[in-house]
């Protein structure tokens, strides 16, 4: 390098900037070439270009630029008159940008998108916005470059598209489908960046040039929204994008009048009476239609977002369509989208994943599968379509085949009620209860039937006043129309209620059985739906109905969740679920009350539902197969089936049945049907049972329902004795186990207690005494002849125990309780003038009661001998005691009675009893001798010298 060569090198380079300068007045010096003489420039240029293009295709040498750049140079300065050379140069550039090399490949870009920025902000005659051919041959270059599909190229483009937003975005005019189309042509593969650049553009699209944008590109910026929330490789834009739709329906809102005038104007005028629907709507359904892709994409929170978009724009903005068009979103929209979101959740896969791949979000729990991320996708598909019915039910009862759509909607409510899942099952049964809540007569703002109790949630029928509004041919054709909708609802209430609750064949260890929140939300519907249904509701369904309401209380809970459905504490309370079959046999009974003839031919199928539920107390239901543990025996969480406790329930079933007896005893279903035998009958178990029950409070329950029950139906029983023939014989043995009952008192029970007890013991004997012996001869003489054995058997009830020391059993002799007893035998013996029959019974009952003091007294001696200087218990003196007392009264009692009624063989036994009367004087109790001390008084009276005695005296 020290030699010539070196100095030429060196001066050569020193004269590089004047070289430079002196090309480029010469190229800048072509805006003076003639048209002709401007096209060879350019040729030539081309060739130069093509020849380096091919030597840098073939060889690793940096290939030439100059041609490239002295063409951009040409374009530029020759802008005025951009359509002479317009498509030569950009045709070439576009040749440029799909060569190999990156380095030609990057200047072909460069040179296109600086020629079109140039030319787009060069000032023409006419303006460049109103010369719509000229606009379109700028811009389709950068269109020409979507289907290049180098990452660098169409890096280069969208920032080429990002600036003509920024400087020529106003005078776009027509050119913005061209800009839309370039921002749209994204694709999965194209990598974050160009997507992230791509949607920069878009955002200011709709944030600053929809009011300005043609009305015939709004579509079209719908659909690139869209499909930017549909790519997959960047989360946030898809949720951004979502989000640029509600803004777009926004605007579409609010510019509403201008939007409908300048889309119809794009129609020709002979075709805009043949247009299934009008451009405005046409445009609205564009939105809901893409909306509903997304509502179905492969990421959770795509879905959801795209869902509670859909849903919340329909809401808002549903009213400005007009009524054929919601034909169109129903069947075109919603339903497809449901049938879309149960086919991909059906198919989903239960394999659990730690995270989503697309996203990188960590995943909670109960999302941790792609089932369970769909399944909440089908709640909120549901729940919005559902929402859409009852906002909108006013206007899709005008359709014509609104009957079709209700049918279908229930028949999707029904098989995701039925599936197995339980979030899904139980928001299919609220999206049930949301369509139930509708109005009915949308004329009337101040008679709304959307009142809806918060603990109940039912709902109120339309008002009388409401119904007598309507004329009188809408109020027919009305009435037979909604008929039919709740006649399909209450069909698909009883097919979820049946299929759910049907015990599974063979029980598995994952046997999948409905939730507590999921029976009780079905059964909360029942009262709402039934104030639609109740004039067509017949004995059939009322059976269906129970079979339900059985089922579903028969159903065990998981272990696991029983913590949370059990009372805490000593609070003994109804689940939600048992309380929910109660207010709906509640509200079902009131309604039965004030209903027809025909309704109230349905009491005694009501009365055996409630006295089913009243069983529970003591004999829970099971279901199927399912082996269970009773809720009792729980404690913490179990992995065992657990069987509620039904005994709260129980019991305020059985307050239910007393009241709706008390009101019905008189009418003739409820006579003709055994109701009150088959009431004492379900109370014979409790009453059996009595202190054995699972809850002292069932027994003490049973007998107060009782007495209350035979009150009121013992008059209907004597009026009607061939419908009541099995009766007294079943009362008859419910007294009687009640009184002498099989289980003995807890001995934890109080004194207090057991003094209650037998207070109660004593009200029954109150019974016999005031509503049952009075009428003796209305009754059959078998149950009178039993209630004397009982008063007999209760009159001196033995002590439970034979022991010489028992301190505990002084209480058990329920001495007021017998006292009771014998005192109503001494009530209807001979101290006031009876009816014949009356009196024969008596006197067969006061030698039984002669009888059985004769065999106490003379057990009394020979215990007493045998204990020697050991007193007998205290329960036994006092049981003595009380019996001497009752000799006593029996005496006086007969003394006085009228004589022609005693019979001798009566005195002949009281006389019997004198010799155990001296046995007993050598007893060493003071109670004992002071009660003997009266009876043998009382015998004075019969001593006489013999043969002046006579009937006894």
Not at 227 to 234: A, C
Not at 700 to 720: D, Y
Not at 927 to 948: N, Q, R, S
């Amino acid at each position: 390098m020290d030699g010539p060569n070196a100095v030429i090198t060196t001066a050569v380079m020193a004269d590089l900037p004047v070289l430079s300068a002196m090309l480029s007045r010469l190229f800048e010096s072509s805006q003076y070439l003639d048209d002709v003489a401007l096209h060879h420039l350019i040729d030539a240029l081309c060739k130069l270009s093509t020849e380096s293009m091919e030597a840098a295709a073939y060889s690793n040498r940096e290939p030439s630029l100059f041609a490239v750049a002295k063409l951009l140079e040409t374009g530029l300065v020759n802008l005025p008159r951009v359509e002479v050379l317009w498509r030569p140069v950009t045709a070439h550039f576009l040749e440029v940008c799909q060569h190999p090399n990156s380095a030609m490949r990057s200047w072909g870009a460069e040179a296109v998108t600086s020629l079109v920025k140039a030319a787009l902000s060069h000032r023409y005659q006419p303006p460049l916005h109103e010369n719509t051919r000229l606009q379109a041959m700028l811009l389709s270059p950068l269109q020409e470059l979507s289907t290049i599909s180098h990452s660098d190229l169409r890096q280069k483009q969208l920032e080429c598209v990002l600036q003509v937003l920024h400087s020529n975005g106003e005078t776009l005019g027509p050119g913005w489908p061209v800009i839309l189309g370039v921002i749209g042509a994204i694709t999965n593969d194209q990598g974050e960046n160009l997507i992230r650049t791509a949607f920069q553009s878009l955002q200011l699209v709709v944030t600053d040039f929809l009011p300005i944008m043609p009305s015939t590109c709004l579509q079209v910026c719908v659909a690139v929204a869209s499909k930017f929330g549909l790519q997959n490789q960047e989360l946030n834009i898809s949720l951004t994008s979502v989000g640029l739709l509600w803004n777009i329906s926004d605007f579409f809102s609010q510019n509403q009048e201008r939007i409908k005038t300048d889309l119809t104007n794009s129609v020709p005028e002979k075709n805009r009476t043949n247009l299934a629907m009008t451009p405005f709507d046409g445009l609205w359904m564009c939105l809901f239609s893409k909306l509903g892709d997304l509502c179905v994409d492969s990421r959770p929170a795509v879905r959801k977002s795209g869902s509670q978009t859909l849903f919340s724009t329909v809401a808002a903005h549903g009213d400005l369509l007009e009524h054929k068009t919601w034909q169109a979103v129903l069947w075109q929209v919603l339903f497809p989208l449901l049938d879309r979101v149960k086919k991909m959740s059906s198919e989903a896969s239960t394999e659990r994943h730690l995270n989503d791949t697309a996203g990188n979000i960590l995943i909670h729990h109960s999302r941790d599968t792609a089932e369970k991320q769909w399944a909440e996708t089908r709640v909120l598909a549901l729940a919005g379509v559902a929402s859409v019915f009852s906002e909108k039910k006013v206007m899709l009862q005008k359709l014509g085949d609104f009957p079709r759509a209700w049918a279908l909607l229930l028949e999707f409510i029904e098989s995701s009620a039925l599936c197995h899942s339980a979030e899904v099952s139980l928001a299919a049964l609220k999206s049930f209860q949301e369509i139930l809540h509708l109005q009915t007569d949308s004329g009337d703002q101040n008679t709304n039937i959307h009142a809806i109790s918060s603990k109940s949630n039912c709902l109120s029928p339309p008002s009388a006043e409401t119904i007598q509004r309507r004329p009188e041919t809408d109020r027919v054709t009305s009435g037979v129309e909604d008929l039919a909708l709740w006649s399909n609802a209450w069909r698909v209430w009883l097919g979820i209620g049946i299929q759910a609750t049907k015990p599974p064949d063979k029980p598995q260890k994952d046997t999948y059985l409905p939730t507590q929140p999921f029976l009780t939300a079905l059964v909360c519907i029942f009262p709402g739906l039934f104030d639609y249904i109740k004039c067509r509701f017949v004995s059939g369904d009322l059976q269906k109905l129970t079979a339900v309401l059985k089922s579903a209380l028969a159903v065990p809970v998981h272990g696991d969740a029983s913590p949370f459905i059990l009372p805490v504490g000593q609070d003994v309370l109804m689940t939600p679920l048992q309380n929910a079959v109660y207010n709906a046999v509640d509200k079902l009974q009131k309604e039965i009350q004030h209903g027809s003839d025909s309704m109230q031919a349905m009491y005694p199928e009501l009365f055996d539902q409630m006295l089913t539920f009243v069983d529970y107390a003591e004999r829970p239901p099971k279901f199927g197969n399912i082996r269970t543990r009773s809720a009792a025996t729980v404690k913490g969480m179990q992995n065992e089936w657990v069987t509620m406790n039904f005994v709260p329930f129980a019991e305020q079933t059985l307050n239910l049945v007393v009241s709706l007896y008390k009101t019905t005893s008189q009418h003739r279903d409820v006579i003709s049907n055994h109701v009150l035998f088959k009431i004492i009958k379900t109370l014979h178990v409790p009453l059996g049972l009595k202190y054995g029950c699972l809850s002292q409070s069932t027994w003490m329950l049973a007998i107060n329902s009782l007495l209350v029950v035979l009150h009121t139906g013992l008059p209907v029983a004597r009026k009607h004795e061939v419908s009541f023939q099995g009766f007294w014989s079943e009362l008859a043995f419910t007294l009687e186990d009640f009184l002498f009952s099989k289980h003995p008192p807890p001995s934890s029970l109080s004194v207090e207690d057991y003094q209650r007890d037998e207070a109660v013991d004593c009200r029954v004997i109150q019974l016999i005494r005031d509503d049952v012996l009075p009428y003796a001869g209305g009754v059959p003489k078998e149950f009178i002849v039993k209630m004397m054995e009982i008063l007999n058997k209760g009159s001196i009830h033995s002590a439970t125990t034979d022991t010489f020391v028992d301190t505990e059993s002084s209480r058990k002799l329920r001495e007021e309780f017998a006292k009771a007893c014998f005192e109503t035998l001494l009530q209807f013996s001979f101290v006031n003038t009876s009816p014949s029959a009356e009196g024969s019974i008596s006197k067969l009952a006061v030698v039984s009661l002669l009888q059985r003091c004769q065999d106490v007294l003379r057990r009394f001696v020979e215990d007493e001998r045998l204990s020697g200087k050991c007193p007998l218990p205290r329960p036994r003196m006092s049981e003595m005691a009380f019996v001497l007392k009752a000799v006593s009264t029996l005496l006086g009692s007969l003394k006085r009675a009228p004589q022609d009624n005693i019979e001798s063989t009566m005195w002949t036994q009281i006389i019997a009893l004198y010799p155990y009367l001296v046995d007993c004087t050598t007893s060493t109790s003071g109670e004992v001798c002071k009660a003997l001390k009266e009876a043998l008084h009382e015998y004075k009276d019969l001593l006489a010298p013999p043969g002046l005695v006579h009937n006894g005296i």
